[in-house]
């Protein structure tokens, strides 16, 4: 793989979307690049900071409080929205984790009120008179070169979240509750753009799905192959511990 080549990733709100290990995705992102000889650039936009819709391979937003859930949809709808939807219709990969999840959907609802999403992925997140949706959880994954791994993850949202037709689950249940506990669906994916309730952090969980973004993000066919004995043990327990 080239030296020069880097990967520039953009962490949208990492101050306040980031109450499940958020941070730990963007190490493992780093890791899994320098252990590559592959460049790494992180760069961060937070409230009230303009976005460049060209300056990142990946953009990347965790979860967060209802406060700060609220405060970053308002920010990112009148600042970001445009650039962000610019770089997705552009080739870049946008994940959104949890809160970011909801927040790259059309809406969701909060202490009785809509709030406007991003709509770049087609779901809209209500929410229920039901118990919180939590616990240990598993996919498989509907995804071109997944190549029949597993996500695994923790999942804890009082949202329900529903897919339009323009989008298309990320995966199937296997254990845990998805989307809304109903239907099957977990997380949602629409070109480039991935949410998931899957966190805890999600991507030391699957070592697998990190290196998938990176060579989405990249443009690449594959990466080169670590040793990933550990990342492995942790994908296992991952998996255990969602009853797999």
Not at 23 to 32: E, I, V, Y
Not at 35 to 56: C, H, M, N, Q, T
Not at 89 to 115: F, I, K, N, P
Request: with cysteine; hydrophobic share 40%.
């Amino acid at each position: 793989m080239s030296q020069t080549q880097v990967l520039r990733v953009c962490a949208l709100y990492p101050d306040l979307m980031n109450i499940y290990a958020d941070r730990g995705n963007l190490l493992l992102l780093r890791r899994r690049c320098e252990w590559r000889g592959v460049g790494f650039e992180l760069s961060a936009a937070g409230i009230g900071e303009p976005l460049d819709p060209a300056g990142a391979d990946l953009y990347y937003m965790g979860g967060g409080q209802d406060r700060d859930q609220e405060l970053c949809a308002a920010d990112l709808r009148e600042l970001k929205a445009v650039a962000l939807a610019t770089a997705a219709a552009s080739g870049a990969v946008v994940l959104g984790v949890c809160g970011g999840y909801q927040l790259l959907g059309h809406a969701y609802q909060l202490d009785g009120r809509e709030l406007a999403g991003v709509g770049l992925l087609d779901v809209h997140t209500v929410r229920s008179d039901g118990p919180r949706l939590i616990g240990n959880a598993a996919i498989e994954p509907e995804l071109p070169g997944a190549g029949g791994q597993l996500l695994a993850g923790f999942e804890n949202h009082a949202g329900r979240t529903y897919l339009g037709p323009r989008a298309a689950r990320l995966g199937r249940v296997l254990r845990g509750h998805g989307n809304n506990g109903t239907d099957g669906s977990e997380g949602a994916r629409q070109g480039n753009v991935i949410g998931t309730y899957l966190h805890g952090p999600l991507l030391p969980k699957n070592a697998w799905f990190a290196d998938w973004l990176i060579a989405t993000a990249l443009s690449r066919d594959g990466l080169q192959p670590l040793a990933d004995g550990l990342e492995e043990r942790a994908h296992a327990d991952a998996l255990a511990a969602a009853g797999l």
